[in-house]
């Protein structure tokens, strides 16, 4: 429950000033991979916004991409910023995606779905030829659930029941709300944020859990993150799949 309450509260206070900057060096690091012709695959979340806006500059002056959002919020940032847009099934390959993470450990293995995108984030880094996750040095973890809940989307007919079963699994969750109300997802379902602690195997723990009937999918992301760009105090540092030694 505190992890829940934790991230609450900075949702609502914004991160810190340096924070920010980290964010976006990060964001305009990641950009540099983009090239004319490109299909590009936009995430969700504060850090990406950094991206996508740089994104609009470079459209602005001339790069001709497209994007594929994770996300209506993310949608209605391009369509403003006048990002040519496609949907998924207009183009089933993406040739890079540049999207944020809650948690990411050694392995490059992600928690996502603090802004409630998860299913649609999963299904687009799937389907992209690469994928670059942007964070600030705060989102690097020993362990993944060590800061952070897992959102799992979850459809709204037997939520209750879905919930329990999750908890089985070894969690306490809870249905995220704002306001007092149930928070929606675009797919028209619900979110229950799990507090597992540290999350000893997660491979097996999203499937475990995507098993559960009831359940659209989960907020961890296994073996899906080709690079991660971290903003540090010291500068920016580069995390790839390739130099991880099993």
Known sequence: MYKF??????????????????????????????????VIGLGTGSTVEFAIKKIGEMVKGGLKIEGIPTSLKTKRLAAELKIPLLELDDRIEIDVTIDGADEVDSNLNLIKGGG?????EKII??????????????????????????PVE??????????????????????????DEAFITDNQNYIIDCDFGKIAD??????EINNIPGVLENGLFIGLADEVIVGSKQGM??????????
Not at 116 to 120: K, N
């Open 5 to 38: 309450l934790y991230s609450l509260f900075y949702s609502f206070i914004g991160d810190t000033v340096e924070q920010e900057e980290m964010k976006r060096q990060a964001a305009e690091k990641a950009v540099q991979y983009i090239e004319d012709g490109m």
């Open 116 to 120: 409630g995108a998860l299913t649609r």
């Open 125 to 150: 880094a799937y389907h992209s030829k690469k994928v670059i996750i942007i964070v600030d040095e705060t989102k690097i973890v020993k362990g993944l659930g060590c800061d952070s809940f897992l």
């Open 154 to 179: 979850v459809t709204k007919f037997g939520w209750s029941a879905t919930k329990k079963a999750i908890e089985s699994l070894g969690c306490t969750g809870e249905l995220r709300k704002i306001m």
């Open 202 to 207: 997660p491979e097996a723990l999203e499937k």
């Open 237 to 246: 540092m580069t995390l790839e799949r390739q130099d991880i030694v099993q």
